[in-house]
C-alpha cells in the first residue's frame, strides 16, 4: 500500500499557495493536502482537505499554532508561499516536527530586505542593482532612480524620480537607479546536497503585481546561469527561489529581488518542464534525487476562474475539498 505523505501548504489564499496545491494534486506522489491561510474562506479551499485559520507570521503566536497543526495532522513536510512565512518557519524548523521546504533562516531573513540583499550579492561578487539608504544618496548621482520598499510589497508604493528623496526613511525604503530594460524573473531549484539542478526565465507581464502573461526565454542564459551558480555557492539556499532582474540592451544583468520560496509561476512552470514543486516532494518525501528538466518553449496566459459552492451554508474553514463545488 502506497503511503499517503500530508503536506501542508500556506497562504492558500493567494496564486502561489494555489499553484502549489495544483501542482500536489497532478503530481504521482500520494499526497493529503492540508491548507492554512490569513483569511479563513479563500480560493484555495476547494483543494485542501482540510483548512486552517492563522494569524500572520510576525505574530507572536504564529509559530506554536503551526506546530499543533504539525502535530494533529501528522504533517510530513510544509511548503510556505509568502516571504515572511518562509524565513519563520525555517527559523522554527527545528521545534516544528517535520521537514520545512526552505533555505536557511539567515539566508530567507537577508533576502526579506533588498538592502541586506545588495550587501549580500556585493559580498560575494555576484550582480544586484545599485542599493543606497536614502540618507546616503546624493541628488544627480544617478539620471533616473527609483525608491522602493526594503521589504515586500509586490510592486507597490514604488516611487520614480521623486522631488525629495529625504522624505523616505532609512528603514523602509531604499533608492536605485531606475533601470531601463527587459524584465526577466528566473525560478531555479537547488538540491538538498546544495547543487543547482534546474532553471527556468520567464519574460512576463504584470497586473497589480502578479503575473498576466509569460514567455520562456533562454536568450539570457550566459548571463543568467553563471549568477544563479555563484548564489549557490555562497551557501544557504535550498529548495525553490526565484530571482528578479533587469536587462539592458547593452546586455547589462541587474537583479533587483530575490525570494526564497516558490514563485507564483509555478504552476504556469512545470508544464515548461520546470517542477520544482514536484522536485521539493520528491527529495523531502520520497527522499529520491529530483527528476532531471526538460525545458520547453511557450507562452501563457494568467484567466479569470470561480469557484461555486452551491446550496452551501458552512462558512470559513469549514469549506473545504469535500464540499460540493464547481469550478467553472
Same mark, same amino acid.
Given at each position: 500500500m502506497v503511503k499517503t505523505d500530508n503536506v501542508l501548504v500556506t497562504g492558500i489564499g493567494g496564486n502561489v499557495g494555489q499553484g502549489v496545491m495544483r501542482n500536489i494534486s497532478s503530481s504521482d506522489?500520494?499526497?493529503r493536502i492540508i491548507g492554512c491561510n490569513v483569511e479563513p474562506f479563500t480560493a484555495g479551499n476547494h483543494m485542501a482537505s482540510k483548512v486552517y485559520h492563522?494569524?500572520?507570521?510576525?505574530?507572536?503566536?504564529?509559530?506554536?499554532?503551526?506546530?499543533?497543526?504539525?502535530?494533529?495532522e501528522e504533517i510530513d513536510l510544509i511548503i510556505p508561499t509568502t516571504d515572511l512565512e518562509t524565513f519563520t518557519l525555517a527559523n522554527a524548523r527545528s521545534s516544528l516536527g517535520c521537514d520545512v521546504a526552505a533555505s536557511d533562516a539567515e539566508v530567507c531573513e537577508g533576502y526579506l530586505d533588498k538592502y541586506l540583499s545588495w550587501e549580500r550579492h556585493t559580498k560575494y561578487g555576484i550582480p544586484f542593482?545599485?542599493?543606497?539608504?536614502?540618507?546616503?544618496?546624493? #541628488?544627480?548621482?544617478?539620471?533616473?532612480?527609483?525608491?522602493k520598499p526594503r521589504r515586500g510589497k509586490g510592486s507597490r508604493d514604488l516611487h520614480i524620480n521623486p522631488d525629495d528623496v529625504s522624505q523616505f526613511n532609512d528603514n523602509d525604503y531604499i533608492v536605485q537607479p531606475y533601470i531601463e530594460g527587459i524584465e526577466v524573473t528566473t525560478g531555479?531549484?537547488?538540491?538538498?546536497k546544495g547543487k543547482l539542478h534546474a532553471h527556468i526565465s520567464l519574460i512576463r507581464s504584470l497586473e497589480n503585481g502578479? #503575473?498576466?502573461?509569460?514567455?520562456? #526565454?533562454?536568450?539570457?542564459d550566459h548571463l543568467i546561469v553563471p549568477m544563479l551558480e555563484k548564489m549557490v555557492e555562497a551557501g544557504g539556499l535550498r529548495g525553490?527561489?526565484?530571482?528578479?532582474? @533587469?536587462? #539592458?540592451?547593452?546586455?547589462?544583468?541587474?537583479?533587483?529581488?530575490?525570494?526564497? @520560496?516558490?514563485?507564483?509561476?509555478n504552476s504556469i512552470r512545470s508544464h515548461f518542464g520546470f517542477k520544482d514543486v514536484e522536485y521539493l516532494l520528491q527529495e523531502n518525501l520520497l527522499k529520491v534525487e529530483p527528476e532531471s528538466a526538460n525545458i520547453i518553449q511557450g507562452k501563457a496566459l494568467r484567466v479569470l476562474m470561480d469557484v461555486i459552492y452551491p446550496n452551501c451554508k458552512d462558512s470559513g474553514t469549514d469549506i473545504n475539498s469535500q464540499t460540493p463545488h464547481i469550478v467553472f
Open positions: 506522489v500520494s499526497v492563522v494569524p500572520f507570521a510576525d505574530k507572536d503566536s504564529y509559530v506554536s499554532i503551526i506546530a499543533e497543526i504539525v502535530k494533529n542593482v545599485d542599493s543606497l539608504l536614502p540618507s546616503m544618496y546624493t #541628488t544627480g548621482k544617478w539620471d533616473s532612480i527609483i525608491v531555479f531549484y537547488v538540491s538538498l502578479a #503575473t498576466s502573461s509569460c514567455e520562456v #526565454t533562454t536568450e539570457y525553490s527561489v526565484n530571482v528578479q532582474s @533587469r536587462i #539592458t540592451k547593452e546586455n547589462g544583468l541587474f537583479p533587483f529581488e530575490v525570494n526564497c @520560496r516558490v514563485s507564483g509561476t
